[in-house]
């Protein structure tokens, strides 16, 4: 298993403004993923965070709107650019290894209110 | 994408078993079918999971049909804490990246 923390837990934000949320992981892991849950709503994967690479990005989500970075196995960040009421969501960050499992391990994820 | 079907809610209640159904007919047959369960304001965590023969585990048993087209999640004994949603998954890969696509999941509801 793995011990995900994130930050900040909650946040209130106003419009137009970014906000960067922290993932850190206490094991090296080598799968890291970012989700979405919008009110009411299942989780939807925004992209896989790629160790020393750019991430890889679900339809729907664009680089420049949701910045990831991943510098190391144990790190990774998602930045929520610009932001309007309608990204007013949960946002999670999950683990996993590359192996048969394929067991992902969740945060407890950052409620963000836009206002 | 793989899909799958899932009653939206269930109630059962506390200390008698629970069958949560899922419907997957377009599985392939490299998928793994994934169980995670959302507690009210947490992260998902994972249940069970199962590729061709019945799982069980301290959670949960998972039993799957002959043919992989549906699979049950078995909880023995229901309680309180179990209330939460249900999310039946099929680990898809994808361009050559695994990756777990949630459905809409099943709500359970334990009564005391």
């Known amino acids: 298993s793995a011990v995900i923390s994130q930050k900040p837990s909650r946040d209130i934000c106003q419009r137009g403004t970014s906000l960067t949320i922290q993932c850190q992981v206490d094991?090296?892991?080598?799968?890291m993923f970012w989700y979405r849950q919008q009110p009411g709503q299942s989780l939807t994967l925004i992209a896989t965070?790629?160790?020393?690479?750019?991430?890889?990005?679900e339809s729907g989500f664009v680089i420049d709107k949701f910045p990831i970075s991943r510098p190391n196995l144990t790190f990774s960040t998602l930045t929520v650019s610009n932001m309007s009421p309608e990204d007013s969501s949960i946002y999670l960050c999950?683990?996993?290894?590359?192996?048969?499992?394929?067991?992902?391990?969740f945060g407890a994820g950052t409620r963000l209110s836009v206002l | 994408d793989a899909k799958t079907t899932q009653p939206n809610s269930m109630e059962s209640n506390e200390e008698e078993p629970v069958h949560l159904p899922c419907n997957h007919s377009t599985i392939s047959g490299t998928d793994y079918i994934h169980w995670y369960r959302q507690l009210p304001s947490q992260g998902p965590e994972y249940v069970i999971h199962?590729?061709?023969s019945n799982v069980n585990n301290r959670m949960a048993s998972l039993a799957i049909a002959e043919d992989r087209k549906s699979s049950t999640l078995i909880l023995h004994r229901a309680t309180l804490r179990d209330a939460a949603v249900y999310y039946c998954?099929?680990?898809?890969?994808?361009?050559?990246?695994?990756?777990?696509?949630f459905g809409q999941g099943t709500r359970l509801t334990i009564n005391p």
């Open positions: 965070a790629n160790q020393g690479s750019e991430a890889t990005y």
């Open positions: 199962g590729l061709t």
């Open positions: 998954i099929l680990r898809a890969v994808i361009q050559g990246a695994q990756k777990l696509v």
């Open positions: 094991s090296q892991v080598t799968m």
């Open positions: 999950s683990v996993g290894q590359r192996d048969a499992k394929n067991i992902q391990y």
